[in-house]
């Protein structure tokens, strides 16, 4: 929950009023800023300055304190705008504002509430001056707090211009190490987010490695090219899984069109995908019309690609789980229900969730050929001793719940007897 700002204010004003005292910031400069493109796009709209900021605010200065006010009243009726603050500074009363807010924050509780407004500074920084506000925050000590300011200036290039920012955060990390890098990289994500999966791609190819999962991150532009996207990130990122889910709500056909592609060249991804679009279908409690749906369309899936849809079906719904029995009773051949009850087993997963799922199969026989299909997915026999009783534990508990008869029982815990001199034993 966002705290308060009457409650905040004055924690902050106990903790700053020491450090500044009545110093004010220099008044603002007529210089013209050098403006990125993408910066320029958002400068350009209506909305980035605040009528109401500038009747409120005084020509003649500024001081931290009152930016902090601003800063966490900003989204409150009747506010303050404190970007329209940040912009009413010249470069100099800007980077000394961070010096303040470096220093200020070291070592205190308002750290985090200084780095936000400390993230704001260096934006409007970097889309003054671009990368010679890196140089200056990278020189041997431009202020206190070196390695504070030039990953928050190093935070807010990678934001519009990772292929500027790339190099710099190269050499943050041979410096300071990995410590604030992911930081650094959710800012990229977020600012590639922001305009589009072209710029996501672009961000992937720019940084490899460091970027790993969360993409995208934030609200897609309204003009998202979801079909670029999804042919190009792998569904095992739950971040792209949750994309295309977005995506299957608003047009499912587009997207299962999009599944099959990357299903041609991917069996195991595009299976995936299908899996998900079978959760942007049902959105709103449509289980069943969804199942009904997708179930004809899985013949034009490679087989590898169908038991994937079917095995993740509910990977990325856990509500729809509830109603699991519902859609099992709309899917006509055994094995396939087998496989998506087969999806929802997991050791340390809910035991109610997974009983439901077994029961809804039917007959004793469905239970226990699932429950063999689960058993082996995991190797027991190289599993560590305490895995080993966890895993059994879980899968007793629900033969338990299942009421199996004996003979039923013996075929899956025979399964779980570790050969001799296996790490089970052990």
Not at 241 to 249: E, F, K
Request: aromatic content about 8%.
């Amino acid at each position: 929950m966002k705290p308060a700002p009457s409650l905040l204010i004055p924690v902050l004003a106990g903790l700053l009023g020491g450090f500044l005292g009545g110093r004010q910031l220099v008044a603002p400069s007529l210089e013209t800023p050098r403006v990125s493109p993408v910066a320029r796009k958002a400068a350009a709209s209506p909305s980035h300055r605040s009528a109401r900021t500038d009747a409120c605010a005084s020509p003649h200065g500024h001081d931290l304190k009152s930016l902090l006010r601003w800063w966490l009243m900003e989204r409150e009726p009747g506010g303050f705008d404190a970007r329209a603050q940040l912009e009413r500074m010249d470069v100099t009363a800007l980077r000394s504002l961070m010096a303040d807010l470096s220093a200020s924050a070291a070592g205190s509780a308002g750290d985090y509430r200084m780095g936000y407004l400390l993230a704001a500074v260096a934006g409007e920084l970097f889309r003054r001056e671009g990368e010679k506000a890196l140089r200056w925050a990278d020189a041997p000590d431009p202020a206190n707090g070196r390695q504070k300011i030039l990953a928050a200036m190093i935070t807010a290039a990678v934001t519009d211009d990772p292929a500027l920012a790339k190099p710099w955060f190269d050499r943050y990390q041979l410096e300071f190490g990995k410590g604030g890098s992911s930081f650094i990289i959710g800012a990229a994500i977020r600012g590639a987010t922001s305009r589009g999966a072209a710029d996501l791609i672009k961000l992937k190819e720019i940084f490899g490695k460091h970027i790993e999962t969360g993409m995208p991150d934030g609200p897609l532009p309204g003009d998202f090219d979801f079909h670029l996207f999804v042919t190009h990130f792998s569904s095992g990122e739950p971040g792209s899984r949750t994309t295309m889910h977005q995506w299957a709500a608003k047009d499912p056909e587009a997207a299962w069109a999009a599944a099959k592609e990357v299903a041609a060249t991917d069996a195991s991804h595009g299976g995936t995908y299908a899996g998900v679009i079978f959760t942007g279908k049902a959105v709103g409690g449509n289980e069943k019309a969804a199942i009904r749906w997708l179930m004809p369309k899985l013949d034009e899936l490679p087989e590898e690609s169908r038991r994937e849809v079917l095995g993740s079906l509910f990977m990325d719904n856990w509500a729809s789980r509830a109603v699991i029995a519902d859609v099992l009773a709309e899917i006509p051949r055994e094995e396939d229900r087998i496989i998506v009850v087969d999806g929802v087993l997991s050791p340390g997963g809910d035991v109610e969730v997974a009983v439901n799922a077994l029961q809804a199969l039917g007959s004793e026989d469905s239970q226990v050929r699932t429950l063999l299909q689960s058993v082996g997915h995991w190797g027991f026999n190289s599993l560590s001793g305490d895995t080993s009783r966890r895993f059994i534990h879980y899968y007793s508990s629900l033969m338990d719940e299942l009421k199996l008869s004996p003979q039923a029982r013996e075929k899956v815990i025979s399964q779980f007897r570790p050969r001799s001199g296996s790490p089970a034993d052990r």
